[in-house]
């Protein structure tokens, strides 16, 4: 009898527990949401709550709540704008976290309660309920909507009846019944979906959740999704790391969190990919704090969303996982995390956290266990997204490519619509002046003249399509008929190249970058053109400061500072660009002297420029460009020049007169460079002849590295085609001695007197 008993005692326990466990989860939903763990008496804190509670009251405000009401708010009426549905509800989620938030002015405030959920009422009668059919983006119905409403939910959960918690689920489910589509979108409405099971008490609900995350996890080999080199694809064809990537991680995150210890908790073992990327795919891209624009697709050209912030919200989801991740990589995450916090001098990372991770950004900064990572030296070759970061003493460079693989730009729902040239071979430094890309630099930057890029600078490229979610930009989403773009590694440093073709013109050429420890070497070959229009190649387009004073040398003699000043200079050799910030100067060492166009310019721009829904306000800002000016109809044109971050005007001179880099070749058929002082030799050959140039003679396309550091001799060789399904012989005329390992796939041939290599590139 008493073991029945204890059965049944048992079997109560278990259903209590089970009904319960929705509760749990909607109270640890809310906790997440809200913050938990911070002191209100301390004033950064009181500060965050009278910003919640303010943005509440501005809100409520300018609601309107006649009984007649057509509109919540005036400047949101739209019934045929969906990003107004979305915008409604997140002024009400932010009523709801004003009123829910522990310690905050507005907590349990029957009056701003009241308004909040007529208002709620009202959107479910009028705007979004169990039968309304979609209109515009369908983001804002399957996600941006259902995101808002479903926290709305849980913040307020008690003070809703279940009529209405009921309806205004159902709204949610007739729009996101289930997580599907591809990575971020699918995290996305993982998230709806599992909070509104919650909020229902739908056990399928939340595993439909649970298990769209094995979806996401596994490592992509084409299409969306995190490769293991370290890219991130969303929409098939456009890098997003920064952008969809980011997205994704502030939302797997905080769920992962959530469902752990629950009868949902998430099982997967392939969720430890989630680990690796942060050292794979987010750590290479995160400079000081700032997101590099390069893998933000069109999100580059929002200004909501600049490359600080973007940085930070990356490091607040990476700040959150380190709280739950195992001890060692917990560990590696608060030391980048604190490296980034302390060099970023644009943004204070602790005092820019909201509620939900306050409390944890400042344990971090005061944990004297975690130290700061120190500056991180690296070379990254993501060959899934076209895409190079080389991490340098005091800087970073970045370079955009597209191929058969991967498109120009992405320009759509009227965003980005300048963005033509930015994966032509786009360059990116970052160095001490850390906002370089920020502070309005994307509406006034000269979008046809960005660093990098060899473009037919005269054709119109002004937005021409449109559809319902408004214009795009022409040329958007294109890819390029070359597939020889990439690069190889070799350590710390690198070799990328680029053969391009532009969107609707006929201008071609290749282009090369070798990467090293304080110089960046940048070729181009074959550049031809029969359109009859200027083609320009522009070495630097920097902006300056507030009076565009930055002095800029050529060979030495001090040019004008004057704006408007442009001019150009012949017989360069050397130039130098004075930085914004300590540490930030530009020196330009020019191989052979050359002629270059000089300019010195205001520039004035307004968001709406390049963001149909962003603001009208102009702003201007000064830049000094050099360009290399190719004329017109240019046939093999060529141009070299070498980057030499951070040097001053002095250590530039010096770099011009003893140069530790040798451009060994600049032709359409191969391109290379040798760094003495480092004992590399890096060579991009373009062809599938057999090609010799230095020590290094190969059969096929390729991009090949050597260092002889006089102990060892290590190799690099990659295929950028993708396409090579046999092998690349390669001859080094180097003595070998003994082999001390290589990579499955390379046979060596021969060691001595010389080096023979086959790699199995298929
Ligand atoms: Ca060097």
Redesign the pocket.
């Known amino acids: 009898m008493p073991r029945c008993f204890l059965i049944a005692f048992l079997a109560l326990a278990s259903s209590l527990a089970f009904a319960d466990e929705y509760d749990d989860l909607r109270l640890k939903w809310k906790d997440l949401t809200t913050g938990t763990g911070y002191n209100p008496a301390d004033p950064d804190v009181a500060s965050k709550l009278t910003s919640i509670a303010n943005a509440a009251t501005n809100h409520r405000s300018s609601l309107d709540t006649s009984p007649s009401r057509t509109f919540l708010w005036s400047d949101l009426a739209s019934t045929t704008t969906s990003s107004h549905v979305t915008h409604n509800y997140n002024r009400l989620r932010s009523m709801a976290l004003a009123y829910a938030t522990p310690n905050c002015p507005l907590q349990g405030d029957t009056a701003l309660l009241a308004d909040l959920i007529s208002a709620l009422d009202w959107m479910n009668a009028n705007r979004y309920n169990a039968t309304t059919s979609q209109y515009g983006n369908w983001w804002d119905w399957e996600i941006g909507t259902p995101l808002a409403l479903t926290d709305i939910c849980v913040l307020i959960y008690d003070e809703l009846s279940p009529a209405q918690r009921t309806a205004y689920m159902d709204a949610v489910n007739h729009q996101v019944p289930t997580p599907d589509m591809t990575q971020a979108n699918q995290v996305w409405k993982a998230r709806a979906v599992g909070v509104r099971g919650c909020i229902v008490k739908s056990a399928t609900k939340i595993a439909l959740s649970r298990d769209a995350f094995s979806n996401v996890f596994p490592y992509a080999t084409s299409s969306d999704g995190f490769y293991t080199d370290g890219s991130f694809i969303q929409h098939n064809i456009h890098p997003y790391t920064a952008g969809y990537g980011a997205a994704l991680l502030s939302n797997i995150v905080p769920v992962l969190n959530w469902l752990s210890g629950s009868s949902w908790e998430v099982t997967d073992p392939a969720q430890a990919n989630l680990t690796q990327w942060v050292y794979d795919s987010f750590e290479p891209i995160i400079y000081r704090g700032a997101a590099w624009d390069l893998v933000r697709g069109r999100e580059a050209g929002r200004n909501s969303s600049n490359p600080q912030a973007t940085g930070h919200s990356l490091m607040n989801s990476i700040l959150q996982l380190a709280q739950f991740a195992p001890a060692t990589d917990a560990a590696r995450m608060k030391s980048m995390l604190k490296e980034w916090a302390l060099t970023d001098t644009e943004r204070d990372f602790v005092s820019a956290r909201s509620l939900s991770t306050f409390s944890m950004a400042i344990d971090l900064m005061a944990d004297g266990t975690a130290l700061p990572r120190g500056e991180k030296i690296a070379h990254y070759t993501f060959a899934a997204m076209d895409r190079v970061v080389h991490l340098g003493r005091g800087y970073g460079f970045g370079l955009s490519m597209c191929s058969t693989r991967i498109a120009n730009f992405e320009s759509i729902n009227g965003e980005n619509l300048s963005g033509w040239f930015t994966g032509d071979g786009q360059t990116i430094l970052y160095n001490a002046d850390l906002d370089a890309f920020g502070d309005h630099y994307q509406p006034t930057v000269d979008a046809y003249r960005l660093p990098g890029v060899t473009a037919d600078v005269t054709h119109s490229k002004l937005p021409h399509t449109a559809n319902s979610l408004g214009p795009r930009s022409k040329g958007q989403s294109t890819l390029s008929p070359h597939d020889w773009v990439g690069g190889a590694t070799l350590d710390v440093y690198g070799a990328a190249g680029m053969q391009f073709k532009g969107v609707g013109v006929s201008l071609t050429g290749k282009k090369s970058w070798f990467m090293?420890?304080?110089?960046v070497v940048c070729l181009g070959a074959g550049i031809t053109s029969s359109d009859a229009r200027p083609i320009e190649t522009t070495v630097e387009n920097r902006k300056l400061n507030s009076d565009g004073s930055n002095a800029f040398t050529a060979n030495g003699s001090v040019q004008p500072t004057t704006l408007g000043w442009a001019e150009s200079l012949t017989h360069v050799r050397s130039a130098h660009l004075a930085g914004t910030a300590l540490g930030a100067d530009i020196g330009f060492y020019f191989p052979q002297a050359t002629s270059i166009q000089a300019v010195r310019e205001a520039r004035t721009g307004a968001w709406n420029d390049i963001d149909s829904d962003a603001s009208t306000t102009l702003f201007t800002r000064n830049y000094l460009r050099l360009s290399f000016e190719h004329g017109s109809n240019p046939s093999g044109a060529s141009y070299q020049y070498v980057l030499l971050p951070g040097r001053s005007a002095r250590h530039v001179e010096h770099y011009v007169n003893t140069p530790?880099?040798t451009v060994l070749a600049n032709t359409s058929t191969v391109q290379a460079v040798a760094?003495t002082?480092?004992g590399i030799t890096a060579a991009n050959f373009w062809t599938d002849t057999v090609q010799s140039v230095g020590i290094l003679t190969s059969n096929k396309k390729s991009s090949v590295l050597v260092r002889n550091d006089g102990t060892f001799i290590d190799v690099s060789v990659s295929d950028p085609t993708q396409m090579n399904t046999g092998t690349i012989d390669l001859q080094i005329a180097l003595d070998g001695g003994t082999l001390v390992s290589a990579d499955a796939g390379v046979t060596v041939t021969q060691t001595s007197p010389g080096i023979g290599l086959s790699v199995d590139v298929n």
């Open positions: 090293f420890d304080d110089e530790q880099t760094e002082t480092l």
